[in-house]
């Protein structure tokens, strides 16, 4: 999929847009790049949900699809929003959001929580990404590269627990267009150890993790 990107060459904290190709320094968040690319494109002052305006410290990024379904960390999925309507949304989709917050009785904004809680656990059991289908492609787990990172015990088992329940990955693992790993290490992790010859990934084709020489290199040619 291709992200959204400012159109013009820009460099910043690590990172450089360049022929709308967004370069990234290996290692670096990459959930600070997108927040930052985020606020740059959306701005930083009027909630995306309650139309207000707020000081831009008041402000958070929310995930229009939530990180609980898998929701990437990616400026296509991030809006900038105040405090107040990220507590509220908390887990929905943004058209679930727009559902529950036009029900009038708290029966059944209550009614209508549970009914999403089971929906999730179904789409889970299945397998199945309540994500656009046209962000997620199948890739061979063993093409995926990674650096390796210190695996989190206490994270790793939480991970484990949460897919031996469901019996698949319950998030896609997010990968630049050459297939190096930006988000997901340890699903990953837990693919390769389980024998899980493919896994469903959203692959960024405007997005590349390069090395801090060749990122120097290519910020010094402009
Ligand atoms: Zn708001």
Redesign the pocket.
Known sequence: MIIDLPTRNLRANNSLIKDGILFIRNRLSLKRVMSSLTYQMKGRRK?F??H?KFLPSQMTLDHLYPQEIGGPTITNNLVP??N??NGRKANMTQEEYFVFSHLSSTDEKLKYSIELSVRRKEFQKKGLYELPAEWLQETSTNRIKFHTIKISEEEYSRKQEKFLECGHLPKPIVVDRKLNLLDGFHWLIIARNYDIKTVNVIKLDNVELIGAKRLEDLISKG
């Open positions: 909630c949900y309650c207000e929003c105040c107040e309507c």
